[in-house]
């Protein structure tokens, strides 16, 4: 697959990252290119992932069967009237949040094959989220990116009308589990443990954690078979509960979406 990144920042870094991983280009049949207005960011991610750096957007949809915008929302519609003349019949793939496929088809010519994508930077090391909304890429189109994509994490196929909840859970889920462990860590601190020994703990806790849920599929079962009554994880948990762990998490996720449906 010839994918070409429109943007080199942080989440075309974490893809590639994850594509990268253990497979060197030759290996992988991942061909990547990139382009970004700052010529030194693309030179130096087609550096480190064995990319190639392309000139303009049309030098990059020449090389690429699969486009993916990866710039700010902002700046989408710049992008959409750069790439649109060029792509003819070459599938387009918005990661952009809060850009709606209407939007982005009535920027780019008639019969554009374009989806949306939401991932996570989980993917920088294999385990990313994916959302994607099918849009009009055809089915061959479709099974290579889920192709490409699960190579680095899950798809999960969404109507586009449950990006923003599902972008709120799995978008941004790094960012409420990392201030978790942080917090976690900083509890352990407070209990008396280094630094160092804290987030380790912290950080191997919650990987454990989401892996047996993952493999049970129950979060109240393992929840309850480790809170045994009386016993020092009841008594945590029955301060969680009744400091409002459960009513922040809502809130979060409410906040995220209200943000995705003001726009940008
Ligand atoms: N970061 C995440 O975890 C994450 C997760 C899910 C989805 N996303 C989505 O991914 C997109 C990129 O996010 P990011 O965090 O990677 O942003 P970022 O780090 O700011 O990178 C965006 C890059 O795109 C460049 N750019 C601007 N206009 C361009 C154009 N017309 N053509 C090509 N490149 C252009 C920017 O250059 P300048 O800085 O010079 O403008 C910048 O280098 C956003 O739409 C965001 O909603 C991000």
Redesign the pocket.
Known sequence: MRAGF???????R?LAEGWRRDAPQASSGIILSV????PE?ARSFAAQFDAQACAS?AALANLSELVVL????T??P??LA?VGPVLEGRALLS????VPLDELRAGLPDGACVARL????AAAVGRGVFLLAAGTLTAAQLDSVRDLFGLAGTVVEIPEGLFDPATAVA?CGPGFTALFIEALAEAGVEAGLDEALARELAVAGVAGSAALVARDGDPVAIRTSVATPGGMTAEGVEVLENRGLRAALAAAVAAAVERARRGR
């Open positions: 429109l943007g080199a920042g942080h989440i075309a974490a382009y970004d207005p700052v960011r957007p990866a710039m700010r929302p700046d989408v710049a992008a750069a990661l952009a949040a809060a939401m991932p996570n930077v978008g």
